[in-house]
């Protein structure tokens, strides 16, 4: 039979508790506790249970479900509130481990059974997908740490690798040449000819598309840059408008960034000003009611149109009929920024903050293969040294 003693010390008043075991010579073993609640839930066990924070059995959907509440409602780990579009994903997320055959409560899981979890993510869904899934639930085994319904972390050490054996090949992005960039800018000059319906949403897209192609700016930052964060010279990135055109701030510390503009670029968007419909929300590039673009909308009605004219466009292997589809998205002219600040020689720190990339491995992963171009002159440049040295002597 197990038994509870009440023990009080220097640190305080704990609950241990005796019970029957086979693994130790005396015939018992022993198990401390915060609470007699807790105490007591283990005793009725008689020890088969690992220790229950709180004394609240938790099951792993119901510890999902207080995962999304709290980041949609508090702000886990002490951060805000996650944006609407953001949730979606978690929701997505979480209904997957939710759909998982969980046999034990969440105080109950070993390391064992998050791996047959992360196997059987791997065996049904996505290896993208897989190793964002798993990435949510050790948020998960986080929040439910910090709320004190477990101690410990049966997941710890159990990742899905990002790269794959050909993973390098496919993670390299497709960047518009100088002259595809040249073609483009040159349409974006000439799309505004031919009528004054025309003229009139080229003076918003125009200069937008230059402010892609020189700041390497995301396309959900320019749709949600306010016009106190530009200057002729610069633009500060303090924001962003989401899939749901919703205005909320960058998504990591390290979005928030200063990028320095060519004069012409900067004048260009401040002649744009004079234009401006209104906005109560200060918008740079707002809609004719003041609202943020819609990315749908801006893809229709200036991007594929101004694709076309620097004929841009290629067969869409997905399509019917010889549908046609743009080259590149616009997040080639964020490429296209990236790489020219690598064929600069820009050092790699300037180039991840110029990115806002949280982390320096992001830029490797995405531009990794640009840098690999510069190691054939980096090579030269020792050798080139050595021979100076040699012929010196």
């Given amino acids: 039979m197990a038994d509870i ?94 759909a998982y055959a969980w046999e034990k409560h969440l105080h109950e899981l070993e390391a064992s059974d998050v791996v047959h979890f992360r196997n059987w993510l791997l065996q049904h869904k996505s290896r993208d997908l897989a190793r964002r899934t ?17 101690k410990d972390d049966p997941a710890a ?20 040449t100088d002259e595809e960039v040249r073609a483009l800018l040159k349409a974006a000059d000439a799309m505004g000819e031919g009528s004054e319906q025309l003229a009139k949403a080229w003076r918003r897209y125009r200069p937008m598309i230059y402010l892609a192609v020189f700041s390497g700016m995301r396309p959900s930052e320019y749709r949600g840059l306010a016009w106190s964060n530009i200057a002729m010279d610069r633009v500060h990135v303090r924001q962003r408008a989401d ?27 401040m002649d744009w000003r004079q234009h401006c419909p209104a906005s109560t929300l200060g918008l740079v590039f707002p809609t004719a009611h003041g ?25 869409d292997p997905d399509g019917e009929g010889g549908a046609m589809r743009p080259r590149f998205t616009p997040y080639g002219l964020r490429h296209y920024f990236a790489s020219k600040l690598i064929a600069k020689g820009e050092d790699l720190k300037f180039i991840q903050t110029s990115m806002g990339h949280a982390d320096i491995q992001i830029t490797l992963n995405v531009y990794g293969h640009l840098l690999k171009d510069k190691e054939a002159r980096h090579q030269r440049t020792a050798e080139e040294f050595a021979a100076e040295l040699m012929a010196a002597e």
């Fill in 5 to 98: 003693r009440k023990r009080t010390g220097s640190n305080g008043t704990n609950y241990q508790v005796r019970y029957p075991s086979k693994n130790t010579k005396s015939g018992y073993a022993y198990a401390t506790f915060d609470t007699l609640k807790e105490a007591r839930a283990f005793t009725e066990n008689l020890g088969g249970l690992k220790h229950i924070a709180g004394g609240r059995k938790v099951t792993v959907p119901e510890a999902v479900q207080i995962w999304l509440d709290t980041c949609e409602k508090i702000g886990r780990d002490g951060r805000e509130k996650v944006e609407t579009t953001t949730h979606v994903e978690y929701q997505r997320r979480g209904s997957i481990m939710k």
């Fill in 134 to 150: 798993l990435s949510s639930f050790h948020s998960v085994i986080i929040e439910m740490r910090l709320q004190g319904l477990i």
């Fill in 291 to 315: 609202k943020p673009m819609a990315l749908n909308n801006f893809a229709r009605r200036c991007w594929e149109p101004l694709m076309k004219a620097a004929q841009l466009m290629e067969l």
């Fill in 243 to 269: 899939r749901l055109n919703q205005i909320g701030p960058v998504k990591s510390r390290a979005g928030r960034r200063t990028i320095y503009l060519p004069e012409a670029v900067g004048r260009m968007v």
């Fill in 157 to 176: 050490g159990i990742t899905i690798r990002a790269d794959g054996r050909y993973e390098e090949d496919d993670r390299e992005v497709r960047i518009p």
